[in-house]
């Protein structure tokens, strides 16, 4: 047989075999046999949010970590308007792994009675509680912070009977054995299902499911460290949190760099939420942060981004200097403010305010963000036939959006610096579109109104002024799911 005969042959051939693939796979297809690829996995056809009712209600103002469990702790922590606190177990994980003298470790820490004790002191005071579940997510390969696995059998020991071990070798076995114990807590409002991930592994797949099958009303938290929206839509998990550190990780970088790094990230976050309907929660960095225009900007900014919470991350050596006498906790609240970092001060300022605001910014995503300059592509800035026409310079506007409710605008000073008490207040004027005909200042004791489309304010560096915008027929354009 000639050659060409034979590639003739086996043309043909080739043709067959393909067409026959391609026929097969057609059926397949559409009888449903074949597993979808990751691509094809739609996350539009999953709500995040189907089969969730969360009990807590109230916008989120959280601290990593929370306070420890004595009276003090929890009054100066609530007085800083946090209002969600992480119980027991993480931190629990951390003292015995740091502490060097470990005549210091509390013996009992860890224990189910002693994380009862501790939701039973945040009930009393009306501060809700998140179990935290993954320091015992990692049986064979340790935590970050203690890979050798050192103090964890006795750990492991002060979590219940032996036949409780198992419990921490997963996070959905740990939720099951938690709940059983602490299902009907009062102060329990969710769980912290895993720290530092991205694409969400089996276990918190499965504890996410669990919860949402079972326990419903409570939340599913899963702070990422690697943005992954996609996965967490596909789990049906609704809470994005992904720590954005640049006052950590950039902290060499001016002010204005970290502030400008900040709201690159927040953008990204709020692209992901809205295209995958979760809710924003932005965890933003207080350790080593000395400025006060910085903690009060990383604030204002989430909340000019569409966020529905707030985390923030400050560590033991952010807003609590703690001696080693204290290391169990504060017992009276006056020594424990002797000894807290100036930046306290400013975040509980920020927080009782973002405490006010809340029940007005739930349910709204950022609809349009303005800013006077240093813009992307899916930002404005002000001018003519816009919403905000004129305003002054390094000024961040959001506008707020609700179905059926006047629009806000939350302004914010993008002035910031590395030292602290370095700027100065100043005045700051913006002009809206002549739709609007009233601009309500809105704080919790006053409400300061111009019956016009222009309003003056006066803002610290970093600061933040919510307004509500009243008109007959104010236009806006929204992000194309939101419609």
């Not at 470990?102 to 501790?118: C, D, M, R, V, Y």
Request: glycine share 6%; hydrophobic share 40%; aromatic share 10%.
């Amino acid at each position: 047989m000639s050659n060409k005969v034979q590639i003739l042959l086996f043309s043909a051939l080739l043709i067959l075999i393909v067409g026959c693939t391609k026929n097969l796979t057609k059926d397949r297809l559409k009888s449903g046999d074949v597993p979808e690829s990751s691509e094809q996995k739609s996350t539009e056809l999953i709500n995040p949010r189907q089969g969730w009712d969360f009990k807590f209600k109230d916008f989120v103002i959280g601290a990593w970590w929370g306070p420890r469990a004595t009276d003090a702790e929890v009054l100066v922590y609530k007085e800083a308007g946090f209002n969600l606190a992480m119980a027991g177990r993480y931190m629990w994980g951390d003292d015995a792994a740091f502490a060097k003298d470990k005549s210091t470790f509390n013996p009992q820490a860890g224990t189910i009675e002693s994380l009862k004790g501790h939701l039973d002191l945040l009930e009393k005071h009306e501060v809700a509680a998140l179990i935290d579940v993954y320091y015992l997510n990692y049986p064979t390969t340790g935590q970050w912070w203690n890979p050798a696995h050192e103090d964890e059998p006795s750990l492991y020991d002060r979590y219940g009977s032996e036949a409780n071990l198992s419990a921490g070798k997963s996070t959905d076995t740990s939720i099951k054995w938690l709940q059983e114990i602490f299902g009907d807590h009062p102060a329990l409002a969710g769980y912290l299902l895993g720290d530092d991930k991205g694409e969400l592994p089996a276990d918190i797949v499965a504890a996410t499911h669990f919860l949402r099958e079972t326990a419903p009303h409570l939340l599913p938290w899963v702070c990422q460290n690697v943005m992954n929206a996609q996965s967490l839509a596909q789990a049906g998990n609704p809470i994005m949190d992904p720590q954005m550190y640049p006052t950590l990780y950039q902290k060499n970088q001016p002010a204005t760099e970290q502030a400008r790094l900040y709201c690159e990230q927040l953008q990204q976050l709020r692209q992901d939420c809205l295209k995958y309907d979760l809710i924003m929660w932005p965890m933003f960095n207080s350790c080593g942060v000395n400025s006060d225009s910085l903690t009060r900007f990383q604030i204002y900014s989430s909340l000019a981004y569409g966020a529905q919470g707030i985390w923030n991350f400050h560590y033991e050596g952010g807003f609590v200097k703690r001696p080693r006498e204290f290391f169990n906790g504060f017992t009276t609240v006056e020594e424990m403010k002797e000894h807290l970092s100036p930046t306290w001060h400013d975040a509980k300022s920020a927080n009782q305010r973002v405490t006010n605001w809340g029940p007005k910014l739930l349910g709204r995503i950022a609809a349009v963000i303005y800013q006077s300059e240093g813009t992307n592509a899916t930002e404005r800035t002000p001018a003519k036939g816009q919403l905000v026409e004129k305003m002054n310079d390094n000024l961040l506007v959001g506008i707020l959006y609700k179905p059926d409710e006047p629009l806000l605008a939350m302004v914010v000073d993008k002035r910031v610096s590395i030292e602290r008490n370095a700027l100065p207040p100043r005045e700051v004027k913006l002009q809206f579109a002549d739709t609007v005909i009233q601009i309500d200042v809105l704080e919790s004791d006053s409400v300061k109104t111009s019956f016009r489309n222009v309003i003056e304010l006066t803002l610290p560096a970093g600061g933040g002024q919510l307004l509500k915008l009243h008109g007959n027929s104010i236009n806006i354009k929204l992000p194309s799911k939101q419609k």
